[in-house]
């Protein structure tokens, strides 16, 4: 069983900057991909960043510039350096993760964890 522990998360001004990092822990089948959503209130849950295990990244168009998704030293951690923020990023920003076992497809997905930017 895989499991996402977010942490990172706060207040900040616009401007400033934010690390969320995930740590997963279990069994991790490569080819994976590990990334970010976040959901606003009132609003429907969006992808943020994601990474595969070959290093290969996609981020939302409004954060390209800003936002940062890599791999931790461990495979299995993910982290996303947040600059320059708005307060158009305030939302709960969550971690998966996604991988085939015999083609069957197993996501998993953290608690979550607030971000809130003040302007």
């Known amino acids: 069983q895989v499991r996402l522990v977010e942490s990172g998360g706060g207040l900040v001004q616009a401007g400033g900057s934010l690390r969320l990092s995930c740590a997963g822990s279990g069994v991790f089948h490569s080819p994976n991909v590990m990334g970010w959503y976040r959901q606003a209130p009132g609003k429907q849950r969006e992808l943020v960043a994601r990474i595969s295990s070959d290093d290969t990244t996609e981020l939302q168009e409004s954060v390209k510039g800003r936002f940062t998704i890599s791999r931790g030293n461990a495979k299995s951690t993910v982290l996303l350096q947040m600059n320059s923020l708005i307060p158009e990023d305030t939302g709960v920003y969550y971690c998966?993760?996604?991988?085939?076992?015999?083609?069957?497809?197993?996501?998993?997905w953290g608690q979550g964890t607030q971000v809130t930017v003040s302007s």
């Open positions: 998966y993760a996604a991988f085939k076992v015999a083609g069957t497809p197993y996501n998993y």
